[in-house]
């Protein structure tokens, strides 16, 4: 099984993608496979949902709701880790008992890496590749010498009168690492061998983050010339999933696409702590929007999310 994650896609903006012919391997795999609705968890962020995924539990079982934990004893904030989750066995720990070979690629809250029947290369959450990334410990080495970032995380780069150069270079980071870890997840897969090798695309994640107004077609065409380099991105990821497609078609593996959780617009929002501060304190009701559901489609798993609520998950299955 060949599991690939696409951390915070949702059709409210793959089907759009897929309408304009930009996706033409997601569409594909959909048309293969089967896709439908998923509930992420609560909270549906980063942290808690792909824990979930790993473990099987629940964020308050599993402990790990966000990306820092509140110490009471020390008054303090520290990053949560796999250490947090000693007690607990994940899915490639229950599998490698049972003598399958296993993978992970760029799994968010997998560091600091644990000793499985495989390899594991840790995700974007990784301190430092002088932190140690990845299992076995001297892979590290020959990653590095083909892959300077290996673990490729957040790097929007912002800079007084950059414009649209600046934006396109950080949408060529994003495509860049789409396609890296697929070539890291095959070679590492030919390299140990594999019954089950996930990989996640953590990046798709920021792409919207950073480009939602570019995207949501009720302004997208304020700027139709980043609309454009934005939606790149997403068919530049489409070609890195056909690139695992093709390599699962060729190992006869079935494939799962998820996603962890949705993303949609922060419009119409307010902080209440600032509210409350001012002295002022507002009541009022918005409708629920799309963006808090999620989708899921054969060998493809994408929950729906609106930052800081309840959001449906996506799946894909092939």
């Not at 997601?26 to 293969?32: E, G, P, V, Y």
């Not at 990845?134 to 009168?161: F, H, M, V």
């Amino acid at each position: 099984m060949l599991i690939i994650g696409l951390d915070g896609a949702t059709f409210d903006v793959l089907h759009p993608m897929i309408a304009e012919d930009r996706m033409p391997n997601l569409k594909r795999a959909m048309q293969d496979g089967a896709w439908g609705i998923l509930r992420s968890t609560t909270p549906p962020i980063t942290p808690a949902a792909w824990t979930t995924f790993l473990t099987g539990k629940q964020p308050g079982s599993h402990g790990i709701i966000d990306f820092e934990r509140y110490d009471v004893h020390t008054n303090k904030l520290s990053f949560n880790n796999t250490h947090r989750l000693s007690q607990l066995r994940n899915i490639w720990q229950i599998l490698g008992d049972r003598g399958l070979r296993v993978g992970s690629v760029n799994v968010p809250m997998t560091w600091p890496p644990i000793p499985v029947n495989g390899f594991v290369v840790t995700g974007f959450d990784t301190p430092s590749v002088r932190s140690g990334f990845a299992y076995p410990t001297d892979l590290e080495a020959e990653i590095l010498k083909r892959w300077s970032d290996p673990i490729l995380g957040t790097n929007w780069r912002r800079r007084a009168l950059g414009g649209n150069r600046l934006f396109a270079s950080n949408i060529d980071y994003m495509c860049r690492s789409f396609h890296q870890g697929a070539e890291m997840t095959i070679w590492l897969a030919d390299r140990f061998g594999w019954d089950a090798t996930m990989v996640v695309m953590k990046l798709v994640d920021n792409l919207q983050h950073k480009t939602w107004k570019y995207l949501d077609p009720r302004w997208a065409d304020r700027n139709p010339r980043r609309s454009e380099m934005a939606k790149r991105g997403f068919t530049e990821c489409d070609k890195a999933v056909g690139t695992l497609l093709d390599y699962a078609r060729k190992h006869d593996a079935t494939v799962l696409i998820v996603s962890d959780h949705g993303h949609g617009s922060l419009e119409g929002k307010c902080n209440p702590i600032c509210c409350c501060s001012s002295g002022v304190i507002y009541i009022f009701k918005t409708a629920r929007r799309r963006s808090e559901r999620g989708y899921a489609t054969s060998g493809i798993a994408s929950a729906g999310k609106r930052e800081n609520s309840n959001a449906p998950a996506t799946l894909l299955t092939t």
